[in-house]
C-alpha cells in the first residue's frame, strides 16, 4: 500500500484524488489545501482523509511514501525539493519547475535518495497518443517532416504563467514523447500580452532540430473557439489527431508527395499521392485512470523506468524557458 499526501485541491486536484483514492494500491491520507472552503467540501466528499492548510503535516509525516504536489508552479520546486529531502516520491503537476535549474537540481537529488518523481503529462496517457506513438515506432508515417499542434480557447487566463506554460506544455510533451530520438536544437517564438499583465496571452513557438524536422505550437487565450489539433507528417502518410472528436480522434491519411529528378538537374518531377483515409481503433481507456496505475506500478517495481520522469518534466521546462526568452526579445533565436 502507497500511503500517500495530496497538496493542492483547487481545479486539477480533486481528479488526482478521485484516481488515486480509486486504485486499490493507494491510500490517501491526507489532503493539504490553504482554502477552508475547498477542505470543507473535501470533508463532505471524503470523510475519511484528514484535511490539513499545513503542508508540513504531509511533507515532514514519516507515513507518508507518496506525495502528490497540484499546485502553480511556482510553488513546485520548495515543495518538490522537501518531500524528497523526506524520503518521498513525487508525483507533480506540470510543468515540472519554473526553471530548468531547479528540475536539474531536483532529478539530482532525487537520485541521491532513491526516489522517483513522476511529472503529470497526463496525455501520454490516452487511447489517441498511444495509438500516435504506434504508428510512429512502427514506420507507418515514414521519415517526419513536421509536427504542428493547435491548442486554442477562449480563457483559462491563469495569474502566475503565460499562455506558453499553461497550454504548450502539454503539446511539447506529447511532443518529445513520440519522438524521443530527434533532439531541438533552437527555438523562436512570439508572443503578445494584450492586457499589460507581464504575462503572453497568444504565442507562436517555432522549433528546429537538427534534420529537416520542424515543430509549431500555437497557443492562445484569445479564440472564439476551442481547437484541440495536432498534425504529424512523414514521407508515407500523414495524421491528423482532433482531440475534441467524439469519436475518430485520429484520421491517418495515405497522402503526400514524391519527388524524383530526371538526368537533368534543373528538371524535377513532383507527383501527388492521394489515397484514403482511415480511423484507427483506438483505446476507450481514462487518461489519469491509466497514469495513476502506470505509477503505482512504477512505484512498485525495481525495472520500470518512468516515460514521465523528472527528465521527460526537464526537457519541456528548457523549451518552455527558451520560449519565454524569445518571446521577451521579439523572436529571437535561442539555442537549446
Given at each position: ?104 537540481e531536483l532529478i539530482s537529488l532525487a537520485e541521491k535518495k532513491k526516489r522517483l518523481i513522476m511529472i503529470d503529462h497526463t496525455f501520454l496517457f490516452t487511447g489517441s497518443v498511444r495509438k500516435m506513438k504506434e504508428l510512429i515506432d512502427n ?48 527555438i523562436n517564438a512570439y508572443g503578445a500580452d494584450h492586457f499589460d499583465r507581464g504575462l503572453a496571452n497568444i504565442a507562436y513557438l517555432f522549433v528546429k532540430f537538427d534534420d529537416h524536422f520542424i515543430a509549431h505550437f500555437h497557443c492562445n ?116
Amino acid at each position: 500500500m502507497i500511503n500517500t499526501g495530496i497538496i493542492g485541491y483547487g481545479y486539477w486536484g480533486p481528479n488526482i484524488l478521485r484516481n488515486f483514492y480509486a486504485n486499490e494500491e493507494i491510500n490517501v491520507k491526507f489532503v493539504c489545501d490553504f482554502a477552508t472552503d475547498r477542505l470543507a467540501l473535501l470533508k463532505k466528499n471524503y470523510p475519511g482523509i484528514t484535511g490539513t492548510v499545513n503542508p508540513d503535516d504531509i511533507l515532514n509525516n514519516p507515513e507518508i511514501d507518496l506525495v502528490a504536489i497540484i499546485t502553480p508552479v511556482f510553488t513546485h520546486y520548495e515543495l518538490a525539493k522537501k518531500a524528497l529531502e523526506n524520503g518521498k516520491h513525487v508525483f507533480v503537476e506540470k510543468p515540472f519547475t519554473s526553471t530548468s535549474q531547479q528540475a536539474e537540481e531536483l532529478i539530482s537529488l532525487a537520485e541521491k535518495k532513491k526516489r522517483l518523481i513522476m511529472i503529470d503529462h497526463t496525455f501520454l496517457f490516452t487511447g489517441s497518443v498511444r495509438k500516435m506513438k504506434e504508428l510512429i515506432d512502427n514506420g507507418s508515417i515514414g521519415n517526419l517532416y513536421y509536427y504542428d499542434s493547435v491548442r486554442i480557447n477562449l480563457g483559462l487566463f491563469q495569474h502566475d504563467v503565460d499562455v506558453v506554460w499553461d497550454l504548450a506544455a502539454h503539446d511539447i510533451s506529447i511532443m518529445n514523447y513520440l519522438i524521443p530520438h530527434k533532439k531541438p536544437i533552437s527555438i523562436n517564438a512570439y508572443g503578445a500580452d494584450h492586457f499589460d499583465r507581464g504575462l503572453a496571452n497568444i504565442a507562436y513557438l517555432f522549433v528546429k532540430f537538427d534534420d529537416h524536422f520542424i515543430a509549431h505550437f500555437h497557443c492562445n487565450w484569445l479564440s472564439p473557439v476551442k481547437l484541440r489539433k495536432t498534425l504529424v507528417a512523414g514521407d508515407k502518410k500523414m495524421l491528423v489527431w482532433d482531440d475534441l472528436e467524439e469519436s475518430d480522434k485520429i484520421k491517418l491519411f495515405d497522402k503526400g508527395v514524391e519527388v524524383s529528378t530526371k538526368e537533368d538537374i534543373y528538371s524535377l518531377l513532383i507527383k501527388y499521392r492521394s489515397g484514403e483515409m482511415t480511423t484507427p481503433l483506438l483505446e476507450n481507456i481514462e487518461a489519469l485512470k491509466e497514469e495513476t496505475q502506470y505509477m503505482v506500478n512504477c512505484l512498485l517495481s525495481d525495472n520500470l523506468h518512468p516515460i514521465n520522469d523528472g527528465k521527460a518534466g526537464l526537457d519541456v521546462v528548457r523549451i518552455l524557458e527558451a520560449s519565454s526568452k524569445s518571446i521577451k526579445h521579439n523572436g529571437i533565436e535561442i539555442k537549446l
